[in-house]
């Protein structure tokens, strides 16, 4: 049972590891589009933005060290 859990651990990884890669692509799109604001809107949402990426990095970092 634990080599089946074993086999299933890295197709898991490997679809967190897309899924967290698309969504740092849709942010930084948001990112890009996000030049377009107006000064004051722009700051704030570059700001969450910036966050959101750095966690999405982490997370992507954590799962990669996961998979030796």
Known sequence: MERSTRLRLPS???SQLAE???MRV???EARA????LA???RAVL???LGRALDA???EIEE???LQG
């Open 46 to 48: 570059e700001r969450k």
């Open 39 to 41: 000064y004051h809107r």
């Open 26 to 28: 849709l942010l930084e």
């Open 56 to 58: 999405v990095e982490r």
């Open 12 to 14: 898991v990884v490997d």
């Open 33 to 36: 589009r996000s030049r377009n």
């Open 63 to 65: 799962l990669r060290a």
């Open 20 to 22: 967290l890669r698309d």
